[in-house]
């Protein structure tokens, strides 16, 4: 039992999927898993294990933000032991050609946080996917016939940006394909602990266009993203 997870050791299995909405991990569990079990309700951020073709996996809430899935994201790794984190979640468009309800595999995580200032002060650490996670997810895209961008992203403190229209400017320039907020943290902390990462996004809504999904469009495509995931994860 950690501080924030009270599961036993063996609770959770060695891959998890990492929404950051709780009630989304119910979802995911009751949806896709067979028998879950929910493990963990400390302070409602749920999280369940179950089986999907066979294998077991877990699925835990982690919040918004790279504080809050930094807490999660640790105490898998110390006190768990988990070696496949992948998380799921959506993310702002800001390149012209992605589009809403599109899915965007991150092979990189740009941040403005001040976490990895923090951790690594003048050196600008370069967040990045497990490799074999993403060719083995984007494989099995492709042999699903389903279209994904694969690239670098932008990780944000905060959501309510006074958005700087020239920062983002260059950052589109330099082929940032979206914005979330929890993909860097993920990365960097997978690097510390051995284990692999990726963070698997849907587009709900548009810098460019200001579009958003609707909340059925939202469940749909949330939907194929789930097992796309879990058809990678379980082969
Ligand atoms: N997650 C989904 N849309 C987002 C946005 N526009 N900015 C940051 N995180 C997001």
Redesign the pocket.
């Given at each position: 039992m950690s501080t924030h997870i009270n599961a036993k050791l063996g609770d959770i299995a060695d891959i998890v999927l990492l929404p950051g909405d709780p009630l989304r991990a119910k979802y995911i569990a009751e949806t896709f898993l067979e028998n879950p079990v929910c493990y963990n309700q400390v302070r409602g951020m749920s999280g369940f294990t179950g089986t999907y073709n066979g294998v077991r996996v877990s699925v835990q809430g982690t919040g918004m933000g790279m504080p809050s899935l930094s807490i999660y994201v640790n105490e898998l790794l110390r006190f768990y032991d988990v070696k496949k984190l992948i998380r799921v979640?959506?993310?702002?468009a800001m390149k012209p050609h992605v589009k809403i309800r599109d899915i965007i595999l991150a092979q990189g995580a740009s941040t403005t946080s001040n976490m990895n200032n923090r951790r690594f002060g003048s050196v600008n650490f370069a967040a990045i996917a497990d490799f074999e996670l993403l060719h083995e997810t984007y494989m099995t895209a492709k042999s699903n016939g389903m279209k994904v961008h694969v690239g670098n992203i932008l990780s944000?403190d905060s959501?309510y940006?006074d958005y700087n229209s020239n920062r983002n400017a260059k950052l589109v320039d330099y082929n940032i394909l979206?914005?979330?907020?929890e993909a860097a943290e993920l990365y960097t902390l997978a690097a510390k602990y051995d284990a692999s990462a990726l963070c698997v996004?849907t587009?709900?809504?548009s810098?460019v266009t200001q579009e958003e999904t609707t909340a059925e469009e939202r469940e749909r495509t949330f939907g194929e993203m789930i097992k796309l995931v879990l058809d990678t994860v379980t082969k």
């Open positions: 979640g959506s993310c702002g944000e959501f940006e979206a914005v979330e907020m996004l587009v709900s809504d810098l």
